[in-house]
C-alpha cells in the first residue's frame, strides 16, 4: 500500500513539475553534469529496485523517481507570466509571477547567462545557454521590475 501511495505521489509531482514547464519560452541550459546526474541516479535506483524488490511495483517506483528527477531539470525556464524555478531541497518547482518579482539581474559567465531573481524573500538563480541573452534581456525589457540590472 506505502509503494502505492508513493508512486502517486512521485507521479503526481511530475505531472505538476511538466504542466509549470510546458509553456516555457526560455528554457535553461542543460548542462553535462545533469546528464550525469540522471545517468547515474537512473543505474543505481534500478540496481537497487531489482535487488531489494524485484517486482514491478518496485520497477514502476523506480522510473516515477527518474521520471521526478527529470521533470525537475527539464521544466525550469522563462514563461510568458514568470518564471519556472527550484524551490530549494523541495521536488516541486516553482512559478514566481512577474508581479512578485522584486529584482532581476543578468550575469554573463564563460559559456552561459545566470539569470538572478528576488522574489518572495529568497534569490533564484537559474543558468541559461549565451544563445538565450537577446531573449532574456527582451522579455526583462517588457515588463517593468523594480530594478532590472540587464548586463554587470
Known amino acids: 500500500m506505502i509503494k502505492i501511495i508513493m508512486l502517486i505521489a512521485f507521479l503526481s509531482?511530475?505531472?505538476s513539475n511538466f504542466r509549470l514547464g510546458f509553456s516555457n519560452k526560455i528554457r535553461i541550459n542543460i548542462r553535462p553534469i545533469y546528464l550525469i546526474i540522471i545517468?547515474?541516479?537512473s543505474l543505481l535506483i534500478l540496481i537497487m529496485a531489482g535487488k531489494k524488490d524485484g517486482s514491478i511495483l518496485g520497477y514502476t517506483l523506480a522510473l516515477s523517481t527518474i521520471l521526478l528527477l527529470l521533470s525537475d531539470i527539464?521544466?525550469?525556464g522563462v514563461r510568458k507570466d514568470g518564471f519556472v524555478v527550484m524551490n530549494g531541497s523541495?521536488?516541486?518547482l516553482l512559478l514566481i509571477k512577474i508581479g512578485d518579482v522584486?529584482?532581476?539581474s543578468?550575469?554573463?559567465k564563460k559559456a552561459e547567462v545566470k539569470l538572478r531573481i528576488k522574489a518572495r524573500g529568497n534569490y533564484f538563480v537559474e543558468s541559461f545557454g549565451k544563445e538565450d541573452?537577446?531573449?532574456l534581456e527582451g522579455f526583462i525589457a517588457d515588463f517593468k521590475f523594480p530594478?532590472?540590472?540587464l548586463s554587470e
Do not use: M, T, V
Open 147 to 149: 530594478k532590472n540590472k
Open 102 to 104: 522584486k529584482d532581476i
Open 90 to 92: 523541495n521536488p516541486l
Open 74 to 76: 527539464l521544466s525550469r
Open 133 to 135: 541573452r537577446k531573449k
Open 13 to 15: 509531482a511530475s505531472f
Open 106 to 108: 543578468l550575469e554573463e
Open 39 to 41: 545517468g547515474a541516479y
